[in-house]
Each structure stands twice: as C-alpha cells, then as structure tokens.
C-alpha cells in the first residue's frame, strides 16, 4: 500500500506561484510514477504532469514552461513548482503513484484557487 499526502494549496493571485508537495508513505519501492492531476469545477480530472522514478518528466501543453514537476527521494516528496498562474488553473489538485505492479493510489487533494 502507498499513502499520499498533499498539501500547498491555497489561494493566490493571477501570475503568482505556489509550490505543492506530495508526500508518500508505505511501499515506496514499488513507485514506477508520480503525477499530479487536477480536477476543475464541472470538468474532468486531467494530468498536469508526471515523473518517473528514473527521473524523466512529462508535461500537459496547458501548463508547459509554467509548471515544473521535481522529486527528493530522501524525504519521499514529489513537488508541483506552478509559476506564472491562471484564473483556469483554479482546481483541485490530486497526486496519484502509480505502482509497477499495476495499482493506482490517490491522495485526497489540495484546493487551488487563482483569483484577483
């Protein structure tokens, strides 16, 4: 079993940052991925980005060259660095690992609001 932990969400203005962490607990050797998700009001959940436990990353197109995904495998951390923010990057913000045997896990999620 992983458990995820998310948190660093908050509200913040047009063009601020914010940086979210993703703390995992558990079988952490059995980890393939990590990506961060986000979920908007009425729309579907879509990935934000992800990083491999080798170390290669993938991004959406929405949020490339704004948001850069980062791990610290010494404190089991995956981080969402998001600079430059939107009005439509206003979601909840979901990190899910991705277990080599085939299993998803989810965290609960963390609120980010981008508003004047």
């Known amino acids: 079993q992983v458990q995820l932990v998310e948190s660093g969400g908050g509200l913040v203005q047009p063009g601020g940052s914010l940086r979210l962490s993703c703390a995992a607990s558990g079988t952490i050797f059995s980890i393939n991925s990590i990506g961060w998700y986000r979920q908007a009001p009425g729309k579907e959940r879509e990935l934000v980005a992800r990083?491999?436990?080798?170390?290669?990353?993938n991004y959406a197109d929405s949020v490339k060259g704004r948001f850069t995904i980062s791990s610290n495998n010494a404190k089991n951390t995956v981080y969402l660095q998001m600079n430059s923010l939107k009005p439509e990057d206003t979601a909840v913000y979901y990190c899910?690992?991705?277990?080599?045997?085939?299993?998803?896990?989810w965290g609960k999620g963390t609120l980010v609001t981008v508003s004047s």
């Open positions: 899910k690992a991705q277990s080599r045997y085939g299993m998803d896990y």
């Open positions: 990083i491999t436990s080798g170390g290669t990353t």
